[in-house]
């Protein structure tokens, strides 16, 4: 793999076959403020194991009762949230 820079600052990765471009610094801040600007906060109920608990410090809001873990979390969509969510109890379990 090497990177070439043109004149005009378009840089790239290049490896074998397939050419990267790299973003430009200005599109990221975009895109990033972009989502921030867009975030809404979704509330996604799951079940969960009878007197599960979370392992370490949860990333958002969270409430167990009755088998069922209720949290409150930032993302662009309900399924979004819903894989946040689905990520970090499956992180959790591999935790035990």
């Known amino acids: 793999m090497r990177r070439i820079c ?4 378009d840089c790239s990765i290049q490896s074998q076959s397939t050419k990267f471009k790299m973003p430009q610094p200005s599109d990221l801040t975009k895109q990033v403020m972009d989502r921030i600007m ?3 906060e979704f509330t996604v109920t799951v ?3 009878e007197n599960w608990l979370p ?9 167990i009762k009755n088998g069922f873990a209720t949290v409150t979390l ?3 969509t309900e399924d979004e949230a819903r894989s946040k969510l689905i990520e970090y109890l499956s992180s959790s379990d591999k935790e035990d």
């Open 55 to 63: 392992n370490g410090i949860v990333p958002f809001d969270i409430k």
């Open 47 to 49: 079940p969960v194991e």
């Open 74 to 76: 930032p993302a662009l």
């Open 6 to 9: 043109n004149p005009e600052i």
């Open 38 to 40: 867009n975030l809404k």
